[in-house]
Each structure stands twice: as C-alpha cells, then as structure tokens.
C-alpha cells in the first residue's frame, strides 16, 4: 500500500490521502458502500463504478458460505467473481458470525459455531478468516477480532465489564497470529488492518492503541471497531476522538459501522478517513433518499405529483436523467427499478458528502463545509448535542453564527420535519 | 393512404412500410418498417420488423434502472404503461401531467376483457365488444384532448397525434372478433365525427392492432377443461412476473383463426403486436401464418425472472453438437432430442460453471480474443452486446473533488474508446439468485432481451433473402425439430425459484424492516 497525506485541515483533524492498493488509488476521506455478497443491491459493478466508487467492502462470513472459497478460487478471486476492477475490503467475519449465529463460543483457538448448512461445530480461527480473505483477494483484509460475547437478548455486543477487557487482549494475540499467517503467505498485495478494541472504556482503549501501535510496521491501517453498537452518541465520538488521536499519522484509519451523514463528517472532524455501513443501499429500498436538507420519504403521498427529481444538483443517474420524485413514489416498493434508482443516488449522496469534504480541506475550508452542511441538513429543526460537542473538541463550533439553534440531547435525531419539503 | 409524416394532424403519425415493393400481406411473414415520426422534430423512431417490443410494468422495464434501460440495445422501444395510464385518467389534471411527464409514442386503449372463467356467454361478449369500442372511442377523445398545451412553459407539441393501440376485443369466438373489428369500420356518429375531427371512423385514429395471448389461451383451453386457478402468493413481491403453469401446448390453428377473423376486413398496412407469446416457436408460428409484426418480451422477461438464462438462435444452427464448438457447455439435451431454450441457473451445476451466459452467442472480449488467432473455433457466432456478456468500462466518472482525478489515471482512468471487460459468469449469477440480490435478475433481463432481438434479428435476415418465405418456412420447422417447446427447463426452474423464494419466506421483509429500525437507531422513517 502507498499511503500520502495530501493535505490537513487547519483547524480539525480532518486530511485528504491517496491510498494506492493493487486496484487502483482511492482518494480519502471515503464512504464504502457494502456488497455483502458480492453484489450491491440491483447493480452491477461497472454501474458502481461510474458513480465514482473505487472502493467498495465485501462480507467475508457470507462469502465463505456462498460461494465458498474453492468457487472464489477457481474464478481467480472476488474481483474477477463479481467484475469489480478496483479495491476491495473485507471484515475478518468475527462480528457477522457472532451476530447472525445464536451459539457462538469465543476460545483461544477462535470463534466456534454451528454451520448454517450442516449444523456441524466450525471454528474460525485468525488463520481461517485470512485464509478466506485470500481466496477472497481483498485489497485490504481485516484482523479477526473478538467482539465480545454475543448476549442472546441483545443486538449488540458488549461494550464494558471484565469481558471487554479480556476480549481486547484476544483481540491483540490474535493480531499477531493474523499477522504471522498472512506475512508467511508471501500475499504483499494484500494488505491487513489491525482493529482497535476496548470497549468504551478508554482505559482499555489506551492499553490497545499502545499494543497496537507497537506493531505498526506489520500493519497497513487500523480500524476503530467495538462501536456502533447501541452505545450513547457522545460515548462514540469520545472513543473515535481517543483513537484517531493516538493511531499513527502514516496509516489510514477506518471506523466501521458508520453511515449516516452527520456521524461520517464528524469522525472525519476527527481524523477518520474510511467507514462503511449498509445504511444508505438498505434505506434506499425502503423509499427514504438522502439529501442535503435531510433524508425524504419517497412514500408519502405528497411526493405522488411532485415531478422535480430528488435532488437536481445531484450527478446521479436517476437525478441527471430526471427521473421524478412522482415516478419513484409510483413505483417504490413495487419495482426493483424504483429500489436501483434510490439507491444509485443514495451511494452517490454519500461520496458526495465525502467529496465534499476533501474538497473542503484541500481548500482549507473545512469548518466552514461543516457549518454549511448542518445548517442545510438539520436547519431549524436542531443540531445534536453529541455533534456540536464533537466538533467543539476540535476547535469547531456549529453554533458560532447561530447562537438561537437548537440543539437536540440525547442520541435522537428524529426525521420526520426531515420530509418538510 | 395520407402519408402521416408530413400531417400533424389527428391521425397516426406511426406507419409500418413494406420493407419491399411487394404489399404487406395480410396474412403470411411480413418483413417491414415501422416509423414513428416524433412529434418534437426528432429524428424518426425506426424499428424493422418483425421485432421485439419491451413489456413495462408501472412505466418501469421490471429489474433495470434507466442507464440500463438506455445501454441495452435490445430495448429499442418501450411498451406504453397503460396501467398507469388508466389510473391517472381519473382526474384531467392528473392525465395532463401524465402527457407532460411521458410524452409516449403511442397509448393503449383498454379493452373489456372479461376475467369471469371460460367460456363466455354470449351475452357476455357482445358487452364485452361494445364496451371495448366506447374505450376506444373515450381513449381518442382523450387523446384529441391531450393536443391542447397544458401550461405556457411545457414544451407539449401542438399536434398530437393519435397512436392509440387498439386490444382487439372478442374473446375466443370468431364470430364476435370479426364483429368488433367492424364496429370499429363503421361511420363515426355526428357528434363523434365532430369531436374526433378529422377520423372518419374509430379505425383512421388506430395505429396498430394487439393481442393479448393469456386469455386466448385460457379461451381455447377452457373447451377441454376448466381454467386452473393459480394461487398467486407472489402477487405482493416485488415486479415478480407470476411463473405459468399450465402446460405450453403448440399454437394451434384455432389460435390462430381467432387472430385471423380479428384482422381479416381490417387494413393491412397497420402493426400488429402480440403480448405474451408462450415460447419461440409460438412466435415464429404467429409470423408465418397470421403476419403479426411485433411482439413483447414477456416471456423472456419471465425467463429472467425465473433465473433463466436464454441460450438459442434463429435460424438453429445446423447440427445440436455445434452450440459446444466454442468450448462452452450448450444447454441441456433432453431424452427426446430437444435442446433447452436456456440455461436453469439455480441449478447446483453452474456453481462451478465461470462460462459466460450462452453458448450461441460470443461475448465481446473473447470475439476480440478470437479476431487475433487465425483459426478460432467459435467463429460464426455472433456477439450477445448485452451488459451481462459484453460488459463496458465506464466511459466516464463522477468525480466528487477535484483530487478524485488522481483515482483516474492511466489504464484506470476513461477509456478512449469503448473498453469491453469480461462477462459475468454462469457461477456468478447462480451465487446471485441462490443469495436473493436483484442484481442476478437485471443482468438476466437484459440477456435475455438481447437474445430475444437476435432471435428477430435472425427471423429477418432470413426474410431478406431471396427465397424468403419458403426458406423461413423451412428454417421454423428445423427450429421446432431442434428446440424443446414443451420448455421443461422453465418448469424446472420454476420448482427451483418457488423453492428459494419460500426459503427466503414471507418474514424477509419483516426482518428488512427490523434491520432498518436498527440501522435508524431509534429515529422515525415513518416507513
Ligand atoms: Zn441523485
Ligand atoms: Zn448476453
């Protein structure tokens, strides 16, 4: 991998890079959209790729059961599987595994499971999940991490307690076997991120960022993992702002799990330059598109004669064809058609959101793009607190020019003036 | 005849021309062209015929987004929605912004088809009729009202024309099918000759003539035995043509009879479409015996539905072995000798299978491969340009910053010229359907169309010829001596699709909607 930091931001910890992997550049800040199984919803790869997307993630716990790594092979990889020519990233399939399968029992060795399709005990070790990233043939591969023990009443994994702790240390031992696996491949176009565990306590969080940071010439990138899972708002930004802090300047930092607008600018506030999450494809089937004065439910009936298209300064081909809010409410939910066009727009919102972005701090204007797309996204309606706090710890305040906003506690932001238009 | 390219007036600006000297028989193969001359000065919409004309569903070809759409050569024109058509008759204000916003090339009046089981009294039929001709007459009007500009800053022509397509009503009684075509030859009534000005009769506003199979089929099926009813348990899922399952029997004469009594005093100059034509060989009956000029992709918009991959040409090669000389597996022979129209692709073989999608055809890269080595073994074939098998690089990017460039450069930036990547796989789209992504059917969709527009492709050229109609004629027989028309492959694909569809289950959509409650975190998408 080269990694370049072309430019900072003056004022926030925000930097524009170029990350060169085996499939091209990829210019960061980025949004990645998800494939999980190899396909992003109705697309093919060269529509994905017009959208000005050059990197993209795969899922490697789905992949390993279909296709399997023996048809990945044999098609020469996921690159050729799917037609996708630029880079790809794949999770290590820890957390998928642990949270799609009811019985799952973390050991020393890895994670044991029941097979979805024989019902047989499996473990994945560190070395089986590169192994799969291989067949896969990722441009970047992620450590297998231990994310806690998956609690059957709730969604998320655990974020404090003496598990936590236990569950980071794994986390480090296990880097050092996917490191020792992957080095002894001889697969340098590969590249393997280590991923920064701990729960929210920053203590924990401080005892991994030094382990890690000791191994930092064995690793190409670090991803902040352990979040977004249910945990208060001004809890994460805290933990992203910790870790982008400490994690070395000359390696790309990914904080996973994340996708709504306002979450991307502020971690990129912070020095985050990749995320990922299935948000902006999902919401799209579900008639909600993202725009810049909010998201907007296309299934409400006051779109039904409404023949503007979503957003008409939006480059996306259902906005540069014209293609009506009249027409997608038509037909939303109906048609797979009315699901491609949201979502073609909604990946495009994202990386505009981005674009704009490394726009703003290659012009040395980032905290003013940040004022700009808060007063547009959340206007009257209010800020969250957890946003304005954020950016305030690096050095930004939304409410400098507007000292009469409102400002939302708490994690929710609720969406319905959101459809005002 | 008036020559409607050069009258905007009301009338059909849509014309079919002999492609020769000789008239267009009103029975028999009928080579042409069909022209359609774009109200906003635009060069004409030309289609040579027979063709293929693309079914919609709610104004949408079911599974592709509109580059897609734009990119597939197959798609030449667009069926008219006249579903949605019908529900924003309801108000005028409705309708105008319906013109506005579609401008279509023709409309579909609707026809009064009754959905009672089979057979139809007599009584029943006669209303049927009548109803039918007041819809086309109410359609005309609408049409003829449709010619007044809605708002000052729209850009509605002036002139609308009246390409209103006429189902042709009637049932599966002969009788009752010649009745209506004149009631639509006979003298508009005062009133309506002055509202229709200048039509003369209900037939000088129609540009063309349609057929809906189905219920022919349910028609004549019904003689022997009553109509199966289909529980319709996919009726909510999204744009799922719903798979047939009665048997594919031959187009038989009595079919064809029905069609003929339909057309019989009409003129021939006039396109006629059928929609949902049951195989190839059904349509390949229907241009030689009736002369029907176009035809829906129905069926092979099924097809994909069904995970079906289309792998068959017109005229059939001239041995079964020779689908294989490209190396590629053809598709599956059956006991009796008959090759499949396609290729199953749930079916557990293709999981290995990195072939492209059809043995008949080239993709691109691999004709380009083949172009530098002297004695190539697939030579012949022709290339399927659908975005499946002859994928293209993008011919550009967005960029959303100006350092994006640096993405671009070199053999990652914009092609000069076109760029073709290697096809999606037979593997690939099998791990697509077996895993539900929707993108399995739009790569599918657009095959399947463009074999379909190869198939008319082939029907023409052998039309071209000399001999023309006797060696069509020649070439049907071989094509039904070498297809299998009963299409097993479908019914098998059809267990294979209800079969991954129900594991998939009705709580697919309740688990999207709780994933979406978790990815919104609490927030309201009042969804
Ligand atoms: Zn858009
Ligand atoms: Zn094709």
């Given at each position: 991998?080269?990694?370049?930091?072309?430019?900072?931001?003056?004022?926030?910890?925000?930097?524009?890079?170029?990350?060169?992997?085996?499939?091209?550049?990829?210019?960061?800040?980025?949004?990645?959209?998800?494939?999980?199984?190899?396909?992003?919803?109705?697309?093919?790869?060269?529509?994905?790729?017009?959208?000005?997307?050059?990197?993209?993630?795969?899922?490697?716990?789905?992949?390993?059961?279909?296709?399997?790594?023996?048809?990945?092979?044999?098609?020469g990889g996921a690159h050729q599987f799917q037609g996708w020519r630029r880079n790809l990233l794949t999770d290590s399939g820890g957390f998928q595994l642990v949270s799609l399968n009811k019985f799952t029992k973390i050991t020393e060795e890895g994670a044991l499971f029941e097979s979805p399709f024989t019902g047989e005990p499996t473990m994945l070790t560190p070395e089986e999940s590169i192994s799969i990233q291989h067949a896969i043939g990722s441009d970047i591969m992620m450590q297998l991490d231990d994310v806690g023990k998956f609690s059957h009443s709730l969604l998320h994994t655990l974020t404090t307690g003496p598990r936590v702790g236990e569950a980071m240390w794994r986390t480090i031992r296990w880097l050092d076997r996917c490191i020792e696996f992957h080095e002894k491949s001889g697969r340098s176009h590969q590249n393997l991120f280590a991923i920064v565990q701990g729960g929210i306590d920053s203590v924990l969080r401080d005892q991994c960022l030094n382990e890690m940071i000791k191994r930092k010439d064995r690793v190409a990138g670090y991803a902040i993992g352990g979040l977004s899972g249910g945990e208060e708002k001004d809890v994460f930004w805290r933990i992203i702002k910790q870790c982008a802090d400490r994690l070395p300047a000359d390696r790309p930092r990914y904080s996973m799990g994340i996708g709504f607008a306002e979450d991307l600018l502020v971690c990129v506030a912070l020095g985050?330059?990749?995320?990922?999450?299935?948000?902006?494809?999902?919401?799209?089937?579900?008639?909600?598109?993202?725009?810049?004065?909010?998201?907007?439910?296309?299934?409400?009936?006051?779109?039904?004669?409404?023949?503007?298209?979503?957003?008409?300064?939006?480059?996306?081909?259902?906005?540069?064809?014209?293609?009506?809010?009249?027409?997608?409410?038509?037909?939303?939910?109906?048609?797979?058609?009315?699901?491609?066009?949201?979502?073609?727009?909604?990946?495009?919102?994202?990386?505009?959101?981005?674009?704009?972005?490394?726009?703003?701090?290659?012009?040395?204007?980032?905290?003013?793009?940040?004022?700009?797309?808060?007063?547009?996204?959340?206007?009257?309606?209010?800020?969250?607190?957890?946003?304005?706090?954020?950016?305030?710890?690096?050095?930004?305040?939304?409410?400098?020019?507007?000292?009469?906003?409102?400002?939302?506690?708490?994690?929710?932001?609720?969406?319905?003036?959101?459809?005002?238009? | 005849?008036?020559?409607?390219?050069?009258?905007?007036?009301?009338?059909?600006?849509?014309?079919?021309?002999?492609?020769?000297?000789?008239?267009?028989?009103?029975?028999?193969?009928?080579?042409?062209?069909?022209?359609?001359?774009?109200?906003?000065?635009?060069?004409?919409?030309?289609?040579?015929?027979?063709?293929?004309?693309?079914?919609?569903?709610?104004?949408?070809?079911?599974?592709?987004?509109?580059?897609?759409?734009?990119?597939?050569?197959?798609?030449?024109?667009?069926?008219?929605?006249?579903?949605?058509?019908?529900?924003?008759?309801?108000?005028?204000?409705?309708?105008?912004?319906?013109?506005?916003?579609?401008?279509?090339?023709?409309?579909?009046?609707?026809?009064?088809?009754?959905?009672?089981?089979?057979?139809?009294?007599?009584?029943?039929?006669?209303?049927?009729?009548?109803?039918?001709?007041?819809?086309?007459?109410?359609?005309?009007?609408?049409?003829?009202?449709?010619?007044?500009?809605?708002?000052?800053?729209?850009?509605?022509?002036?002139?609308?024309?009246?390409?209103?397509?006429?189902?042709?009503?009637?049932?599966?009684?002969?009788?009752?099918?010649?009745?209506?075509?004149?009631?639509?030859?006979?003298?508009?009534?005062?009133?309506?000759?002055?509202?229709?000005?200048?039509?003369?009769?209900?037939?000088?506003?129609?540009?063309?003539?349609?057929?809906?199979?189905?219920?022919?089929?349910?028609?004549?099926?019904?003689?022997?035995?009553?109509?199966?009813?289909?529980?319709?348990?996919?009726?909510?899922?999204?744009?799922?043509?719903?798979?047939?399952?009665?048997?594919?029997?031959?187009?038989?004469?009595?079919?064809?009879?029905?069609?003929?009594?339909?057309?019989?005093?009409?003129?021939?100059?006039?396109?006629?479409?059928?929609?949902?034509?049951?195989?190839?060989?059904?349509?390949?009956?229907?241009?030689?015996?009736?002369?029907?000029?176009?035809?829906?992709?129905?069926?092979?918009?099924?097809?994909?539905?069904?995970?079906?991959?289309?792998?068959?040409?017109?005229?059939?090669?001239?041995?079964?072995?020779?689908?294989?000389?490209?190396?590629?597996?053809?598709?599956?022979?059956?006991?009796?000798?008959?090759?499949?129209?396609?290729?199953?692709?749930?079916?557990?073989?293709?999981?290995?299978?990195?072939?492209?999608?059809?043995?008949?055809?080239?993709?691109?890269?691999?004709?380009?491969?083949?172009?530098?080595?002297?004695?190539?073994?697939?030579?012949?074939?022709?290339?399927?340009?659908?975005?499946?098998?002859?994928?293209?690089?993008?011919?550009?990017?967005?960029?959303?910053?100006?350092?994006?460039?640096?993405?671009?450069?070199?053999?990652?930036?914009?092609?000069?010229?076109?760029?073709?990547?290697?096809?999606?796989?037979?593997?690939?789209?099998?791990?697509?359907?077996?895993?539900?992504?929707?993108?399995?059917?739009?790569?599918?969709?657009?095959?399947?169309?463009?074999?379909?527009?190869?198939?008319?492709?082939?029907?023409?050229?052998?039309?071209?010829?000399?001999?023309?109609?006797?060696?069509?004629?020649?070439?049907?027989?071989?094509?039904?001596?070498?297809?299998?028309?009963?299409?097993?492959?479908?019914?098998?694909?059809?267990?294979?699709?209800?079969?991954?569809?129900?594991?998939?289950?009705?709580?697919?959509?309740?688990?999207?909607?709780?994933?979406?409650?978790?990815?919104?975190?609490?927030?309201?998408?009042?969804?």
């Open positions: 991998m080269e990694f370049e930091v072309l430019a900072r931001c003056h004022t926030t910890r925000a930097r524009v890079s170029r990350m060169k992997l085996a499939h091209g550049v990829t210019m960061l800040p980025t949004f990645m959209p998800v494939a999980t199984q190899a396909a992003i919803k109705g697309l093919t790869a060269q529509q994905v790729e017009a959208l000005g997307i050059t990197l993209i993630l795969n899922n490697t716990y789905h992949l390993n059961l279909r296709p399997g790594t023996e048809v990945l092979k044999e098609a985050v330059d990749m995320a990922d999450c299935v948000f902006p494809t999902r919401t799209a089937r579900f008639g909600v598109a993202l725009t810049f004065s909010g998201p907007i439910n296309l299934r409400l009936g006051k779109h039904a004669a409404d023949l503007q298209p979503i957003d008409g300064t939006c480059p996306c081909p259902t906005c540069s064809d014209g293609t009506s809010r009249a027409m997608l409410h038509h037909i939303i939910t109906l048609e797979t058609a009315g699901a491609h066009a949201l979502t073609q727009h909604n990946i495009v919102f994202e990386a505009r959101v981005m674009g704009g972005a490394r726009e703003a701090i290659m012009n040395g204007n980032f905290p003013d793009y940040l004022k700009t797309f808060f007063a547009n996204y959340f206007g009257d309606a209010g800020y969250p607190e957890w946003c304005v706090n954020a950016l305030r710890s690096v050095g930004v305040d939304l409410l400098e020019d507007r000292p009469d906003t409102k400002v939302i506690s708490g994690d929710g932001t609720v969406w319905e003036y959101s459809d005002r238009a | 005849m008036t020559d409607p390219y050069s009258q905007p007036r009301f009338i059909p600006n849509i014309a079919l021309r002999s492609a020769s000297s000789a008239e267009l028989p009103l029975f028999g193969p009928r080579l042409a062209r069909l022209g359609v001359q774009r109200p906003d000065g635009s060069p004409p919409l030309e289609v040579y015929t027979p063709a293929l004309i693309t079914a919609t569903s709610r104004g949408v070809v079911p599974h592709l987004s509109r580059d897609h759409v734009r990119t597939t050569q197959a798609i030449r024109w667009v069926h008219v929605p006249f579903e949605s058509l019908y529900a924003l008759r309801v108000t005028p204000h409705a309708w105008e912004l319906y013109v506005a916003a579609c401008n279509p090339d023709a409309v579909v009046a609707l026809s009064d088809t009754p959905f009672t089981p089979h057979p139809h009294s007599q009584k029943r039929l006669t209303k049927s009729i009548e109803r039918s001709a007041i819809w086309l007459l109410e359609t005309l009007k609408a049409q003829k009202k449709g010619a007044i500009p809605v708002a000052e800053d729209t850009d509605i022509p002036q002139g609308r024309h009246s390409n209103v397509f006429v189902h042709m009503a009637g049932g599966g009684s002969a009788q009752a099918r010649t009745a209506f075509s004149q009631s639509m030859l006979e003298p508009l009534e005062t009133r309506e000759l002055e509202q229709l000005k200048p039509l003369q009769r209900l037939d000088d506003g129609v540009a063309g003539y349609i057929f809906d199979l189905v219920p022919l089929h349910q028609a004549l099926s019904a003689k022997e035995r009553t109509a199966p009813s289909i529980p319709d348990e996919s009726h909510n899922a999204m744009n799922t043509i719903t798979p047939r399952a009665e048997d594919s029997s031959h187009t038989s004469p009595e079919l064809q009879n029905l069609l003929k009594a339909s057309l019989h005093d009409l003129p021939p100059h006039k396109p006629r479409l059928v929609n949902s034509a049951r195989s190839p060989h059904e349509i390949l009956r229907l241009i030689r015996d009736v002369g029907i000029d176009l035809f829906d992709g129905h069926w092979a918009q099924r097809a994909a539905d069904i995970g079906v991959a289309l792998d068959f040409c017109f005229p059939a090669p001239a041995h079964s072995a020779e689908p294989r000389k490209s190396g590629i597996l053809g598709p599956r022979r059956r006991d009796d000798g008959a090759n499949d129209l396609g290729h199953n692709l749930y079916n557990a073989a293709y999981a290995h299978d990195h072939s492209r999608l059809a043995s008949c055809y080239l993709d691109t890269v691999s004709s380009q491969k083949n172009a530098d080595s002297a004695v190539s073994p697939s030579a012949g074939l022709r290339i399927c340009p659908c975005a499946a098998c002859s994928p293209v690089a993008p011919s550009a990017y967005i960029t959303h910053s100006s350092v994006d460039k640096l993405s671009y450069t070199d053999e990652m930036g914009p092609p000069e010229s076109k760029r073709y990547l290697p096809p999606f796989t037979r593997s690939y789209i099998h791990h697509l359907l077996h895993t539900h992504e929707m993108s399995a059917h739009s790569l599918l969709v657009m095959h399947n169309l463009s074999v379909m527009d190869a198939f008319f492709a082939g029907v023409r050229s052998v039309l071209e010829s000399p001999s023309g109609g006797d060696t069509f004629g020649e070439k049907v027989d071989e094509f039904v001596q070498m297809y299998d028309e009963s299409m097993v492959v479908f019914d098998e694909a059809t267990v294979d699709w209800a079969e991954v569809e129900r594991a998939r289950g009705k709580g697919r959509m309740a688990r999207e909607k709780i994933k979406q409650a978790e990815s919104s975190l609490g927030r309201a998408l009042d969804l």
